[in-house]
């Protein structure tokens, strides 16, 4: 079965750390990638996606991933966080073209200290 | 609206129970979906909607799941002989067709 891996489930930084955050799924097709974050108290939103073309995709607040065909993955990564990004982080994959069907990975909760 | 709405945003209700969960897309999005999910795991897609189609129901976990969706608007996800399992935060989606998918703040199910 296609499963989506996030192997960290807690990571606790400083602010100005730099963050990547592993995913790595389980399909040999192509696929859609996603990472959401869900900010406390607040709904899931879209943080970045990748559907084709340049594998190092860029998101909103300074976060960017990396889609690696070879290793499976598709990681997140931030130079320097801030306090607000604490936050929990989800990757998420739709085999082949559709839409739909988004499996989904456990999560990250990221804590940052001030 | 202005976002994809969910109610009630808690329900605890008593082992055998019946439940229904309300969601309301955003407005013109064909596309409705509903997950699950559990504490500390990542969403399990439950059910897709899109326009007239017959439903995606390929998620549901047992035939005391159900959902409805009247045209492109609310649909309604009802579990029936609630068991201590179907703890859970039960979340709705909506998408235009064949795109991003827009999340709703969720239902909180406790099942005592």
């Known amino acids: 079965a296609q499963s989506v891996s996030q192997h960290n489930h807690h990571v606790i930084l400083s602010e100005a750390a730099s963050l990547e955050l592993g995913c790595n799924y389980s399909?040999?097709?192509?696929?859609?990638l996603f990472w959401y974050v869900q900010y406390p108290g607040q709904h899931l939103q879209l943080l970045l996606k990748?559907?084709?073309?340049d594998p190092l995709v860029k998101g909103i607040k300074g976060f960017e991933a990396e889609f690696i065909k070879s290793k499976f993955s598709f990681n997140l990564r931030k130079p320097s966080v801030q306090w607000s990004d604490t936050a929990e982080y989800f990757c998420?994959?739709?085999?082949?073209?559709?839409?739909?069907?988004?499996?989904w990975g456990a999560g990250t909760k990221l804590i940052i200290k001030p | 609206g202005a976002g994809v709405s969910q109610s009630p945003s808690n329900k605890v209700t008593e082992k055998g129970k019946d439940v229904e969960l309300r969601c309301d897309p955003i407005?013109?999005?064909?596309?409705l979906y509903w997950y699950r999910q559990r504490l500390g795991q990542g969403l399990e897609f439950l059910i897709y909607f899109q326009g007239n189609s017959a439903p995606d129901k390929s998620g549901l976990p047992s035939d005391r799941f159900s959902a409805e969706r009247t045209g492109e608007s609310v649909s309604t996800l009802t579990i029936q002989r609630t068991q201590q399992e179907d703890s859970a935060v039960y979340l709705c989606a909506s998408s235009l067709a064949g795109t991003l998918q827009f999340f709703g703040p969720g239902t909180r199910l406790t099942v005592l």
């Open positions: 998420a994959v739709t085999p082949g073209r559709s839409n739909y069907q988004l499996i």
């Open positions: 990748y559907f084709s073309g």
């Open positions: 407005s013109g999005h064909t596309a």
């Open positions: 399909y040999g097709g192509t696929v859609n």
